[in-house]
């Protein structure tokens, strides 16, 4: 059974940081590809990044410069570290591991006060 476990969520002022963590269970988790979304309210759920399997990432023109995923095949674990966060990062942020069916977290919130 699949199972992705965010952590690290939290209230944190504008321009501080926050690092997100999604730990992976049931899964091959070297071969996925690993991704970050997020969902603000009355807004749709959309993609923040994404770490492939050799390593490459892409990221929402929002956040680059600012936040970084990164993974950790050795803890099947992967990262989103967010700096520099602004009131629009507030969102509900949600794992997933894709390949090529997309498994999901249950979601961790992230608030950043202005």
């Known amino acids: 059974q699949v199972q992705l476990v965010e952590s690290g969520g939290g209230l944190v002022q504008e321009g501080g940081s926050l690092r997100l963590s999604c730990a992976a269970n049931?899964?091959?988790?070297?071969?996925?590809?690993m991704g970050w979304y997020r969902q603000a309210p009355g807004k749709q759920r959309e993609l923040v990044a994404r770490?492939?399997?050799?390593?490459?990432?892409t990221y929402a023109d929002s956040v680059k410069g600012r936040f970084t995923i990164s993974r950790d095949n050795a803890k099947s674990t992967v990262y989103l570290q967010m700096n520099s966060l602004e009131h629009e990062d507030t969102a509900v942020y949600y794992c997933?591991?894709?390949?090529?069916?997309?498994?999901w977290g249950q979601g961790t919130q992230v608030t950043v006060s202005s």
């Open positions: 997933t591991a894709l390949l090529p069916k997309e498994y």
């Open positions: 049931g899964i091959r988790f070297s071969i996925f590809t």
């Open positions: 770490i492939y399997p050799g390593d490459g990432t």
